[in-house]
């Protein structure tokens, strides 16, 4: 699937490069890698990520062959972080199919994601920039230490999570890759250092943003689009800002009482209903705004408006 | 522990700067990670890797620092794949002790393991010289590959296992790691293309000759030595050469009688007893004197010389 967001018009051809490379790390002919990296690579996914590192490129001058290479290695290294959440969060289903965690068992998928691991490195690595690869390995190690955190947090007392845990918690998860993408390609692009700054910025919010309307979603989508239950993280005792805003809302005694259900549903109508999720898409919305705000330091062209017009899109989706 | 191998006195201070350089990525003052990484970070193994890289480096003018970052990275990363490897398996010892696995469970110790590639990688990077990285990135990947192949077969009938398929398994899971530090040291010491193929040939087959004799240990060891009970690897599925050898002694039927009682004792004896310890034996003995003679492409010195010293340790240790 070749993504069909508006804002990727201008590297569609590079996007294209992009599912090539994957569909070669796919490794069609090995009788045992093949067969389980083709349920998770090829195909799958909107792309955002290369799109950004491709879009991001744009804005200086670039060696097309070291952009593909780093567009790649961000894609497999979010690929890789997505089938270890699967592990860790013993999940059944990822955008409405069953995971490779599912499919293979524990070991593979553990295996797997790390040979993933390696061939982000490799794709990095290939980009012959020692400050692009060490932004790499950097960001490989927060998203490591997000995932801990979270993941440690396991059973304790999540009502009581704070947004500045929360937000920590998902730039670890979601933002550091939106970094890696934007500043990596800046980097490589040549722009200048104010550039580079304002491109991890935008990097940055955009990536807050995007993964604070995929927490609204959980609510207000349908099981159709989200292509699991509605209210899926609050059901596995995961606390995402809609929740926190709804705390903000309530009384701590009408929060405790809506909690005291196990079924969550009582949670989760209240955060409909209540105006918590206007709260967190006004989050968002201010988030989007900033990162308009610093793309201003990187050159005006088509390639910095369909970034500019990515960050609409990124509140509009609905998938 | 600092290592009591003799053929480390020369690098003594290195490996003191590892040990502390490892004791630092156990990030002591950090309430979730000090304690799980300070299972198996500091005080820990033989820093055999570690050892390798510091004494290639003492055959050429090294870095201290960057030489530093590459002894430290390579045992990082042999951590790390440890870890998962215990994941694999379902591991509940290693070394006598409790695994990390069964201390804290399957998701934390995935993500710390992860963690710990992130560390290795950060390690690696700091050496600055991208042919090192790139290596280390090849190397992750030969690892990951062999450890895919290996739990793939899974269940399926190991006794048909070739020389060829176990030679190349421990290729990805041992000697990889060996030829990581002894390639990569060379470079950094500046040694010739000739003694960097040398390096790489001579880590190559110590790593190969280091696995067998640990496969070996597996049945000749006593349980106190091992930390576990000795035919362990047969026991869990696993075939390694000594019961290749086996095969190779007694007909296909005495061999298959033997697999087919339950507790494998009798294959265990039968190993202890056939002379394929022997001939194992001499297969470990073979590939470290291809060891030696590949470490006449290397600068003479008592650098050389230590290296040369642990090919003897390799085939006379007992744990």
């Given at each position: 699937m070749i993504s069909t967001v508006s804002s990727f018009a201008l590297v569609q051809d590079g996007l294209a490069a992009v599912e090539r490379a994957l569909a070669d790390t796919a490794q069609p002919d090995h009788p045992l890698l093949g067969p389980m990296l083709s349920m998770v690579l090829p195909g799958s996914g909107k792309r955002l990520r290369p799109a950004l590192a491709l879009l991001t490129g744009r804005l200086g001058t670039y060696d097309a062959e070291r952009l593909l290479q780093m567009a790649t290695g961000v894609e497999l290294l979010h690929g890789a972080s997505l089938v270890h959440d699967d592990v860790v969060d013993e999940s059944d289903l990822r955008r409405?199919?069953?995971?490779?965690?599912?499919?293979?068992?524990?070991?593979?998928?553990?295996?797997?994601?790390?040979?993933?691991?390696?061939?982000?490195?490799?794709?990095?690595?290939?980009?012959?920039?020692?400050?692009?690869?060490?932004?790499?390995?950097?960001?490989?190690?927060?998203?490591?230490q997000g995932q801990i955190e979270e993941a440690s947090r396991g059973n304790a007392p999540q009502m009581t999570l704070t947004r500045e845990q929360y937000y920590q918690t998902i730039w670890g998860k979601t933002a550091s890759l939106f970094v890696l993408a934007c500043e990596g390609s800046?980097?490589?692009?040549?722009?200048?250092?104010?550039?580079?700054v304002g491109m991890r910025r935008y990097g940055d919010r955009l990536g807050l943003a995007f993964q604070v309307v995929d927490d609204i979603l959980d609510f207000i989508g349908t099981e159709a689009e989200l292509g699991k239950p509605v209210g899926s993280d609050v059901r596995q005792g995961t606390i995402t800002l809609p929740v926190i805003c709804l705390r903000d809302l309530i009384s701590p005694e009408q929060f405790r009482a809506a909690f005291a259900e196990d079924d969550r549903t009582v949670v989760i109508d209240l955060v409909r209903t209540s105006g918590a999720v206007e709260l967190a898409q006004a989050e968002a919305d201010r988030l989007l705004a900033e990162a308009r705000e610093a793309l201003a330091e990187a050159p005006a062209g088509p390639a910095r408006d369909a970034l500019e017009s990515l960050t609409h899109y990124v509140v509009e989706r609905r998938v």
């Open positions: 409405g199919s069953q995971t490779l965690f599912t499919r293979v068992g524990n070991a593979l998928a553990v295996l797997v994601g790390d040979y993933l691991f390696a061939q982000s490195a490799n794709r990095c690595v290939a980009t012959g920039d020692v400050r692009v690869i060490s932004l790499f390995a950097q960001t490989l190690a927060s998203m490591c800046a980097i490589l692009a040549g722009l200048s250092e104010s550039a580079i």
